[in-house]
C-alpha cells in the first residue's frame, strides 16, 4: 500500500494539500516501510483548480494522504479519486505515523482501512472498493467488484 505524506522536510507532516511542495511517498507492508520517492509537484499558481490538480497528480497512486491541513474542494477531490485523506498536527512525525500504521494494519483496522486492505489485495487497479451498480441505495449495496468488502 501506497501512503503519502505531506512534507517539507521529510521529517514531520507539516504542508497543506494545495500549497504542498514535496510528498514523501512510502510502500507500507506487514514486514515494515520504505520510501518509495520524494515527489515534488509543479509549484502552485494562483489558481485553484491547477493547485489541486497538480498535487491530486502526485499522489494519485497512493491508498492515503496524511496533510497537516486541506481545504473542502480538494478533500472531495482527493477523495473522489479514491484517496484517503488524514489530517494530522504539524508535529507529528512521518516516521511515528507510518509505525502507528502498522500498528493498526496488525490489528483491527476500522472499516475505511479494511475497505482499502481488500482493493489492495484484489489488484483491481485502484477501485478500493467504492464502485457500486448505478442508482441503487449505496448504503445497503456490497461493492459489485468487491463483494467480500466488509461494512
Known amino acids: 500500500m501506497l501512503v503519502a505524506f505531506a512534507t517539507g522536510d521529510g521529517t514531520f507532516v507539516d504542508q497543506h494539500f494545495g500549497w504542498c511542495r514535496r510528498f514523501d511517498v512510502y510502500e507500507l507492508s506487514p514486514d515494515g516501510f520504505d520510501l518509495v520517492s520524494s515527489r515534488c509537484p509543479e509549484p502552485a499558481k494562483p489558481d485553484e483548480e491547477h493547485k489541486i ?3 491530486l497528480n502526485a499522489v494519485r497512486d ?3 494522504v496524511y496533510v ?7 478533500a472531495a477531490r ?4 479514491r484517496i484517503h485523506p488524514v489530517k494530522v498536527k504539524e508535529t507529528e512525525r512521518v516516521a511515528d505515523l507510518l509505525a502507528r500504521l502498522r500498528e493498526v494494519l496488525a490489528g483491527t483496522p ?5 475497505k482499502l486492505l481488500v482493493a489492495e489485495k484484489a489488484g483491481d487497479g485502484g477501485c478500493r472498493g467504492s464502485c457500486r451498480e ?4 449505496r448504503e445497503k449495496q ?3 467488484c468487491h463483494p467480500e468488502v466488509p461494512e
Do not use: E, F, Q, Y
Request: hydrophobic content about 45%; aromatic content about 4%; proline content about 14%.
Open 134 to 137: 448505478p442508482g441503487a441505495d
Open 62 to 64: 497512493c491508498a492515503i
Open 78 to 81: 482527493v477523495v473522489n479519486a
Open 110 to 114: 476500522p472499516p475505511w482501512l479494511r
Open 142 to 144: 456490497r461493492p459489485i
Open 68 to 74: 497537516a491541513s486541506i481545504g473542502a474542494t480538494a
Open 53 to 55: 490538480d497538480s498535487r
